[in-house]
Structure formats: structure tokens, C-alpha cells
């Protein structure tokens, strides 16, 4: 688990030099942005419920045959399981959005999940999909409560999504 700060200065440590320009500019981008990383998180702890919810709605309007008989959140069992994983998604989304920091998604969402996903027939598209709408309800909330740029929030959804994308093609 890294965040902006402590992975730009160990950068700088390996290399023995001071913060120069580059580092002060992406230093001051970080914390130009920290209201939006904030206000993103807060909703996020407040309407995780919601959004989760939400976006589940959204899959299943896009994609009903993943609750019919056949589809892989098929049964409460699995459905539940299918909305769990959305929820860790979105938890560890909020943890890289504050730290500004994907390292933490790879480390404990997306190593490892592509085989276990693979060996239980969850398929990649509808998961990279409900995440993709996961990021659309948090944008569009955050907009309603006044905030404008939603492009630093989508950053660590995107990244789960091509994380998943990629090990699948990769697979195959
Ligand atoms: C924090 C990191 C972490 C992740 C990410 C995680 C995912 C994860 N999802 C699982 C299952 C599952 N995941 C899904 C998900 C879905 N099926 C669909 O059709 C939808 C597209 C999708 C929801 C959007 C389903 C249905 C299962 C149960 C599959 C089964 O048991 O047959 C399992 C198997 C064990 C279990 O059911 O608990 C794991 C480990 N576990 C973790 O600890």
C-alpha cells in the first residue's frame, strides 16, 4: 500500500535527489485535488448502499439473463456474491481515490481474482461492466451535490476495469 506522496519520495530517495520542479508540480496537483478525493470518499462511505444498488440495477436492465436461470448471479446465493464484490470494489476504489494510488486495487482486489473468477464461471465483461456503472452513479452524484471534475474519480475505477480486462485477454 503506497499513496502519491510516499511513492513520488521514495522515487526520489532511490535516486538521491531533492524534489525538484516535476515533483513539487505533481506534489501540488495532488493537493489541488484532495476536496474532489475527499468529497468522493465521503459519498462514497455515506451511499455505498446506494450506489451499489444503483449500478447493480443498471447491469441487470443491460444484461437480464445474469439473474435468470443459467446466468452466474443466478440464486440469492450468488447474486449476494456478485453484489459483495461490487461492494470491495467500491471500498478499495474509495481507499486508492484518497491515496491517489493504484498499487493497493493490484495488491489486494485484482492479484489473484482473474483465476478465481475464471475457475467459478464469473464472466469478466458484466463485472468490468458493473464497475464501469459504479463509477457513472458516483459521478453523476457528485455532480448533483456540486462538484465538477469527476475525472480524478473515475481514475481508480478505470484502472480496476483495464486490471480485469487485461488478465482476461491475457488468459486467453
Ligand atoms: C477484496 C478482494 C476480493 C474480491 C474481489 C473477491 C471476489 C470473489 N468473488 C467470488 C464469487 C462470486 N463473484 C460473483 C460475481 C458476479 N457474478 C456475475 O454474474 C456478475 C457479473 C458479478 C457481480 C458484478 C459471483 C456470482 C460469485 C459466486 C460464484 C459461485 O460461487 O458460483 C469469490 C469466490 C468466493 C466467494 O464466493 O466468496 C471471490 C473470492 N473476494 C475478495 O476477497
Redesign the pocket.
Known amino acids: 500500500m503506497r499513496d502519491a506522496i510516499t511513492g513520488l519520495i521514495g522515487r526520489y530517495d532511490q535516486l538521491g535527489r531533492y524534489l525538484d520542479r516535476d515533483a513539487i508540480d505533481r506534489i501540488s496537483t495532488y493537493y489541488s485535488e484532495s476536496s474532489v478525493r475527499l468529497a468522493a470518499v465521503e459519498l462514497i462511505n455515506r451511499e455505498a448502499a446506494t450506489i451499489v444498488r444503483e449500478a ?1 440495477q443498471r ?1 441487470w436492465l443491460a444484461d437480464p439473463e ?1 439473474i435468470l436461470p443459467g ?3 443466478y440464486t440469492t ?3 449476494s ?6 461492494d ?2 467500491l471500498r ?1 476504489v474509495s481507499y486508492a481515490l484518497i491515496a491517489d494510488d493504484a498499487s493497493i486495487l493490484n495488491e ?2 485484482l492479484n489473484g ?1 482473474d483465476d ?2 475464471k475457475s ?4 469478466t465483461g ?2 468490468v461492466r ?1 464497475i464501469a456503472l459504479m463509477a457513472d452513479v458516483v459521478c453523476e452524484m457528485l455532480l448533483e451535490s456540486g462538484v465538477a471534475s469527476a475525472i480524478v474519480v473515475r481514475a481508480p475505477f478505470d484502472h480496476l476495469c483495464r486490471g480485469l480486462g487485461a488478465t482476461n485477454l491475457r488468459a486467453r
Open positions: 447493480a447491469l445474469l446466468g452466474n448471479a446465493r450468488r447474486l456474491a456478485c453484489l459483495r464484490d461490487m470491495y470494489f478499495y489486494r482486489v481474482l478465481t473468477y467459478l464461471g464469473v464472466p458484466p463485472t458493473s
